[in-house]
């Protein structure tokens, strides 16, 4: 039987809080970068309510160009609401809803909850997004510079940035729809014998 995360109740924590604080930092990070690229991937116009593509991730690595590769699937309901499902090399789990986040990992039958502290001005940046060249803009938050890559459609293709360990990111989107979608594919499960996480510390 599994139950919907959003009406699960917490259980105590196996983890310390050390290995807790180190996991919810890099895990953090993700989040935000996720919330972040779902808006840029909406920054054509009109701004459709609803969005669905399949995703590659390309992480260079900083010091010896070795990279990482990620691929699976994205649905995105604006203004605040969002699911991304990893499924190759290893499946996880993020489900985003408000101002809270879910992380789900197969791998390690467990489940982490986090509170965002504040809000992503999603339409905001959109705003701001200047563009540089056909096809082509950039977009700012919080210091960290976004490239944005657009088909002929104006629809997104392509994110690139710089992490801040330096090392480069790329972000390619294949199969985008904006037609809507069962808002039920935005449902996230967790299975009874996961260990839960509260990261909201």
Wanted: glycine share 2%; charged share 25%; aromatic share 10%.
């Amino acid at each position: 039987m599994k139950h919907s995360i959003r009406y699960f109740s917490f259980k105590p924590s196996i983890l310390s809080h050390f290995y807790k604080a180190f996991y919810k930092i890099n895990l953090m990070k993700k989040i935000t970068l996720l919330m972040l690229l779902a808006s840029l991937l909406s920054a054509s116009l009109p701004i459709p309510n609803q969005i669905h593509a399949t995703f590659h991730q390309t992480v260079i690595h900083a010091e010896n160009n070795e990279t990482l590769n990620y691929q699976g699937r994205m649905w995105i309901q604006l203004p605040n609401e969002a699911k991304w499902v990893y499924e190759k090399p290893i499946e996880k789990i993020i489900c985003l809803l408000r101002n809270r986040a879910w992380v789900i990992e197969p791998e390690l039958e467990q489940a982490t909850l986090f509170q965002l502290h504040k809000a992503i001005p999603l339409l905001e940046l959109l705003k701001k997004a200047q563009q540089i060249a056909p096809h082509t803009y950039k977009a700012t938050y919080e210091g960290m510079e976004y490239t944005i890559t657009t088909d002929k459609n104006e629809q997104v293709k392509k994110v690139e940035y710089i992490d801040d360990l330096g090392n480069r990111v790329i972000l390619a989107f294949e199969n985008v729809e904006t037609k809507p979608f069962d808002r039920s594919l935005l449902k996230c499960t967790i299975p009874e014998d996961y260990d839960i996480i509260d990261g909201r510390f």
